[in-house]
């Protein structure tokens, strides 16, 4: 009896440590950058113009190109700051743990009713946490794609799309797993700009439609 106590024990600790680093994640995440700056600057709600989205690309509409960076920025680091603190805390599972809540939570703020933002930012957020190389070679094939391209959307599709592939190449097996379930979701919070692409009807990069 004992001994299965003391074997329980500290699967109990691991599982309260892995929710503990979901949930100090999904805080992080859902922090609402580009809704709380542009009413700083007062520029009202950014969900009631451009696509309704309160991410960096929406952000840009109201022409405000610092607030819009600054937007980025902190989507990006509200992903970072909970994987590196997870990791010191806990370890590899623990940052990846904390890496899936800040990404939820950036897609489904509780404060905003669970509408979110698209997640690319935290996406990459996440790769800079995580395996910051990887993060870079996802900014040169979106960069690649826009260049070819002209369509921003598309180009976070194909660089989410071919993250998790190379991270199977270079032996990153649990990241992976886990950017295979972010691009999922990804897709998923595109399936408007997909719709869009299908049919031409997507907005280039510099266009003013």
């Known amino acids: 009896m004992a001994a299965e106590m003391s074997q329980t024990l500290p699967e109990t600790i691991l599982i309260g440590g892995l929710v503990v680093a979901f949930l100090i994640g999904y805080l992080f995440g859902s922090i ?29 509409r109201t022409g405000k190109k610092g607030i819009a960076a ?9 992903g970072t700051v909970p994987v590196l603190l997870a990791a010191s805390q806990g ?10 809540g800040a990404f939820f939570g950036h897609l489904f703020p509780v404060w905003l009713k669970f509408r979110g933002g698209k997640g690319v930012a935290t996406y990459i957020g996440v790769l800079l946490g995580v395996y910051w190389p990887m993060a870079f070679v996802f900014g040169a094939i979106w960069l690649a794609s826009a260049f070819i391209t002209r369509y921003s959307s598309l180009s976070a599709l194909i660089a ?26 990804l897709w998923w919070k595109h399936r408007e700009n997909i719709s869009r692409l299908l049919a031409g009807t997507e907005s280039r990069i510099g266009s003013k439609g």
């Open 32 to 60: 609402p950058f580009g809704l709380v700056l542009t009413r700083l600057a007062g520029l009202g709600d950014v969900r009631s113009i451009g696509s309704g989205n309160i991410g960096a690309t929406n952000v840009l």
């Open 160 to 185: 989410s799309a071919v993250t998790p592939v190379i991270q199977v190449a270079v032996g990153n097996w649990h990241q992976a797993v886990l950017f295979a379930v972010l691009t999922a979701f």
């Open 91 to 100: 370890g590899e599972i623990a940052s990846l743990v904390a890496g899936l």
């Open 70 to 78: 600054a937007t980025l920025l902190g989507d990006m680091l509200k």
